[in-house]
């Protein structure tokens, strides 16, 4: 028998204490009714109840209900007294809110306190950490391999007409429309690749920190290396229309698109390796060098078998194709240089 289970018992009849199995059980006088107070209730109890006892004895004499208060205005105020507050109202005074360190900044944590300490090094930009610049690359690489893999026809009569002359029938257009805007896909994966391995070794050679962010600064290379392959395009356009034949102008035109995609084929692997196994910034500088040479060289071969087979204007070819293919080249490493130079900061 449990010892609120004899303080209940007492709402009927008195209790007699009782030793049973060694354990003393609550003696009391009179019945629950009667007790109004617990300090009465702990008077019936024995000298020796523990404080569990004495707790156990109280819950169950006293059960103290939900107060309920009246949402009736209060009538019984003095005359010319103003309405009361309500019970729910609770304000704190000024006086208590003011303390000695309210305004240090460390002692209110919904407030930014600044930076404690020196700030140091900041981490390096790499390409390899950035989310967005890595998925664009792997994207890259997805598109490039369906575009080769639909294009192999297309691809096996480009390399032919590298071998073979043009004739005067071989003016007309044999790619398919999608065809054509997948070489339009390799061109502009060469700008980007173009840029994007301009600011990998000029960044690496000169300094990490410029007035712009990381974006705006490759966003800034990406428009200057469009806007000299734009120009270019144009001033070949303009020579091939000034001196040449029409046929002449589409199988150069053709060239140079398949050349650009070639280029931009043959960047992709090595700016892949370079940003995900950490590769020195020699070795994708020496890697570019050389495919820029070896298109170059390629360009230099089509332009004599195109426009300067049957002439003998030397001259007239290394002039065009220094002023077509070198010097646009040469401008674009001054420019990228220039707004390198520009834009960092050297205080």
């Known amino acids: 028998m449990h010892l609120s289970d004899s303080i209940k018992a007492q709402v009927q009849q008195p209790v007699v204490a009782v030793e049973e199995n060694g354990e003393m059980l609550m003696e009391v ?23 569990a006892q004495q707790d156990s004895a109280i819950q169950a004499a006293f059960h103290p209900d939900e107060i309920h208060y009246s949402s009736r205005p209060d009538t019984l105020r003095l005359p010319g007294e103003k309405l ?50 890595t998925g664009m690359l792997l994207a890259f690489l997805v598109l490039t391999v369906l575009v080769v893999s639909r294009s192999m026809r297309f691809i096996n009569s480009q390399v ?36 994007l ?11 990490d920190t410029y007035v712009v962010d990381t974006y705006q600064l490759l966003g800034i290379f990406f428009v200057s290396v469009l806007a000299v392959f734009v120009l270019k395009e144009m ?30 084929v043959l960047l992709l692997p090595l700016v ?12 994708l500088l020496f890697g570019g060098i050389l495919v820029i040479l070896f298109i170059k060289m390629l360009s230099f071969y089509k332009i004599y078998r195109i426009f300067f087979q049957r002439k003998a204007y030397f001259l007239q ?15 674009l490493g001054g420019i990228l240089m220039l707004i390198d130079k520009l834009l960092k900061i050297t205080y």
């Open 84 to 133: 009361g507050k309500s019970v729910y109202e609770v304000s704190i005074p000024q006086y208590y809110k003011e303390t000695y360190f309210q305004s240090d900044s460390l002692m209110h944590p919904e407030l930014n306190g600044g930076r404690m300490g020196i700030a140091g090094d900041p981490i390096p930009y790499l390409v390899s950490n950035d989310s967005l610049m």
């Open 29 to 51: 006088q009179n019945t629950v009714g009667k007790l109004r107070h617990p300090y009465q209730i702990l008077r019936t109890l024995p000298k020796d109840a523990t404080p």
């Open 272 to 283: 892949l390796v370079y940003t995900f196994f950490a590769l020195p910034t020699e070795i």
């Open 317 to 331: 070819f290394f002039l065009y194709f220094c002023t077509l293919e070198i010097v646009p080249l040469s401008t």
């Open 235 to 264: 001033l070949c356009w303009w020579a091939n229309w000034t001196f040449f034949s029409s046929h002449q102008m589409g199988v150069s035109l053709r060239t140079r698109l398949f050349l650009t995609s070639f280029e931009g």
């Open 197 to 207: 391995s301009s600011f990998y070794c000029l960044v690496d050679s000169t300094t």
């Open 160 to 195: 032919k007409g590298f071998l073979y002359p043009e004739r005067m029938g071989s003016a007309e257009m044999k790619e398919t429309a999608g065809e054509v805007n997948y070489q339009f896909f390799l061109c502009f994966q060469t700008i980007v690749l173009l840029s």
